[in-house]
């Protein structure tokens, strides 16, 4: 594995990891989008890159907000709240049933309530998170080259999303189908839907 501008990261080099990510990125993603008012298209749900990780942005909670952060360079995952307050879980080889009780923990730590749904979208099967003892890998180095990737691929899309004048989405991270994303608007019906993956905000 390399780290040039273009990290080159093969999916069967990483696939523990990757498939343990999706889950806490699911359970991090349904936090957002049980307190973000609804955008359509489900753009409230997704998660954004930034220079250290992946963020849910600043959350609506009562009169402030939180943010819920992966930082890819510390490996922890980094809660922060408008009144101050701050948790992290580190990122580190554990089962998902583990990560997710750590961060509910957290986030209660900080006055925050978050039901969510507790069972992953978009997977077969669909371990619920507290059950969830098989997928318990964490490759730190992997999952920053990962972050890389997402890094360089976030300024090309952003680039190209750019030059267009009509109704165009964010560049996003949708955690359901652990994909970045960037939607343009040409104004003409759309197909139907063929099926398959389905949206983030089902569940």
């Known amino acids: 594995m390399t780290t040039t501008n273009w990290p080159t990261l093969r999916v069967a080099d ?9 889950m806490w990125t699911q359970i991090v993603g349904k936090i957002r989008m049980a307190h973000a008012p609804l955008v359509n298209h489900w753009w409230q749900v997704a998660l954004y890159v930034t220079p250290r990780g992946l963020t849910t942005s600043a959350v609506p909670y009562g009169t402030g907000a939180f943010e819920i952060e992966f930082d890819f ?4 995952l980094e809660i922060r709240s408008s009144d101050g307050g701050t948790r992290a879980v580190p990122l580190r080889p554990m089962p998902v049933a583990e990560f ?10 900080l006055g925050i309530e978050a039901a969510i749904r507790p069972v992953p979208n978009e997977v077969e099967p669909a371990i619920p998170f507290a059950e969830d ?7 730190g180095e992997a999952a920053a080259l ?18 267009f004048v009509g109704k165009v989405s964010p560049v ?11 939607t343009r608007f040409s104004g003409r019906p759309a197909p139907p839907h063929p099926g398959g993956c389905r ?5």
């Open 73 to 76: 360079l510390s490996h922890r």
């Open 133 to 139: 003892h098989v997928h318990a890998s964490y490759d």
């Open 100 to 109: 997710y009780a750590q961060v509910m923990d957290a986030l209660d730590g």
């Open 146 to 163: 990962f972050w890389r990737q997402l890094l360089q691929a976030n300024r090309v899309m952003g680039e190209f999303r750019s030059h």
């Open 14 to 22: 990483w696939a523990p990891t990757r498939e343990t990510l999706h």
């Open 199 to 203: 949206t983030a905000g089902t569940g």
């Open 172 to 182: 996003h991270f949708f955690w359901g189908g652990m994909d970045l994303a960037c």
